[in-house]
Structures are given as structure tokens and as C-alpha cells.
């Protein structure tokens, strides 16, 4: 039920793009991409609600395949400041309601 | 907007105590908070899923009895741990949300919690 994250971890030099996915066995409604720096609590990037949507923030931008039950988010031209563990949340049904559940998460690192 | 203050930041106390983690919405109201268990390293853990006035959601294997859940007023969750032990030290953070699932969730900065 959990997403499964890929890669589990990244190492990047600054301006180097970098591609997370987020895969489901389940059917989704939607995706959620959060950044949380170490120490901190996590901090919404976007959501996508639906098959086929991208969406973009600064330069960080993710598409979501709801055929494929999976969605990508987009790191162009990193910056030390992007350094952080990136969680996907994925909306699937549970019961009579819908839940968010959490992939592992993929940790980022930029170098200089 | 969407600032959520989870307070204290920190705590350290004796086996035994109970600790209460407040977790506010300061800007917006938050028909739902749900509050998480986070090991280093580890992904978020979901405990539970409180809706204001009502009793809260607890995810399989969460103790009620241990860890209090009260959602009062659309700005306010707290999260009691009764009777606390060295296993229940961790990083707890809650997050709040307008309500459906889609909607974001903005998250407090969290309370490590220490039991010696």
C-alpha cells in the first residue's frame, strides 16, 4: 500500500537536474510532493490532482500518470538550498474515506 | 498563510510523566490535524487523524489510551502521551488541513520528545 520511492538517495553538484518517482499498486486521486530538511518539519511543495497534471514551483515541477498510478517530480538546475528528504503522499481510497500514505522517501544532497 | 505552531519544541522528562503537545493553525482553520510519529531517517509515521469535534482516527496499533487526541476548536489539536517511556522518545509533528485529502497539509515544526 505504501508508494514505493526511486531512487532511495541522490547526490548532485549545483545545476544538475535530478528526476524522483513515486510508483502505487493502488488506484490514486491524488499526489502530494513535500521537502523536509533535516532536523525540520516537512514543507508542502505541491499537490496533483489530476492524470496528466504538472505543475511547477520555482524549478522544481512534477507530473502525475494516473494510468501508471505513479508521479515524477522534476529538479532542474539544483540548488544547494534543494538539499533536503523528498516524501510523495499519495490519496488512495481506504474504506469509506481516502488517506494519505507516505513513500520512504528520497534524500537529496547538492553539493557545491 | 497555512502557519501551523506546534509547541513545545522540545521536551525532556522523567519515565512516568504524562507530556502535552499543543499543535495551532494560526491562519487558517483546520477542520482537520493529524499527528505523526517520525524515527530518524524514517518516513512519517501516521498515528492518528483528528477532526474537530469529534473523537479521533487512530491507525492501526496506536494506543488511545497512551497517546490523548483532542481537536476542540477549528485552530486547536493536542496530542497527550500518558505515562510516558524511554520507547515513546521521538520527533512527533503534527500537520493541519482544510479537510479532504487533497487539500495540503502544512505542518508544525515538530516536538522531540526525550524520556529518560
Known amino acids: 500500500q505504501q508508494p514505493v520511492q526511486s531512487p532511495q538517495a541522490v547526490i548532485l553538484r549545483e545545476g544538475e537536474d535530478a528526476v524522483i518517482n513515486c510508483s502505487s499498486s493502488?488506484?490514486?486521486?491524488?499526489v502530494h510532493w513535500y521537502r523536509q530538511k533535516h532536523g525540520e518539519a516537512p514543507v508542502f511543495l505541491m499537490i496533483?490532482?489530476?492524470g496528466g497534471e504538472q505543475k511547477g514551483h520555482e524549478k522544481i515541477s512534477a507530473s502525475f500518470n494516473e494510468k501508471k498510478q505513479q508521479s515524477s517530480l522534476y529538479l532542474t538546475a539544483s540548488q544547494l538550498s534543494y538539499s533536503g528528504t523528498y516524501f510523495c503522499g499519495t490519496e488512495v481510497e481506504a474504506g469509506n474515506n481516502r488517506k494519505l500514505i507516505w513513500g520512504l522517501g528520497t534524500s537529496l544532497a547538492v553539493n557545491p | 498563510g497555512a502557519v501551523v505552531s506546534q509547541h513545545p519544541s522540545r521536551v525532556i522528562c522523567k519515565s512516568g510523566t504524562s507530556v502535552k503537545i499543543e499543535c495551532r493553525s494560526l491562519?487558517?482553520?483546520?477542520?482537520?490535524m493529524f499527528w505523526y510519529r517520525q524515527f530518524p531517517k524514517q518516513s512519517l509515521m501516521l498515528m492518528a487523524t483528528s477532526n474537530e469535534g469529534s473523537k479521533a482516527t487512530y491507525e492501526q496499533g496506536v494506543e488511545k489510551d497512551k497517546f490523548l487526541i483532542n481537536h476542540a476548536s477549528l485552530t486547536l489539536s493536542t496530542l497527550t502521551v500518558t505515562s510516558a517511556h524511554p520507547e515513546d522518545s521521538s520527533f512527533y509533528i503534527c500537520?493541519?488541513?482544510?479537510?479532504?485529502?487533497?487539500?495540503?497539509?502544512?505542518f508544525g515544526d515538530g516536538t522531540r520528545l526525550s524520556i529518560l
Open positions: 496533483l490532482l489530476k
Open positions: 500537520s493541519a488541513s482544510r479537510g479532504a485529502s487533497n487539500q495540503p497539509q502544512h
Open positions: 491562519d487558517f482553520q483546520a477542520t482537520t
Open positions: 493502488k488506484a490514486l486521486y491524488s
